[in-house]
């Protein structure tokens, strides 16, 4: 009776070890994906507000430059 029940134990965990490295890996995974996609809208966020600073730029100089104000980094300069 104790062979059988030892049996038993033994297969029992090991399936309870194999269910549980395969939950670990698809959560793994998931995380990998979400983590990969949130990067990804952050990179495009980052590129988009760059370009967005640098067109918001290129109207300060024109607007400024009739003016005879010359912008340098960011202080104003006039002339």
Do not use: E
């Amino acid at each position: 009776m104790g062979y059988v029940l030892r049996v038993r134990l033994a297969s029992f965990f090991a399936g309870a070890a194999t269910a549980s490295f395969a939950g670990l890996y698809l959560l793994y995974k998931d995380f990998k994906v979400a983590h990969d996609a949130i990067s990804q809208q952050v990179i495009i966020k980052i590129s988009k507000n760059k370009r967005n600073l640098c067109i918001l730029g290129l109207i300060l100089q024109s607007i400024c430059n009739p003016f005879g104000i010359v912008m340098k980094g960011s202080n104003l300069w006039f002339i």
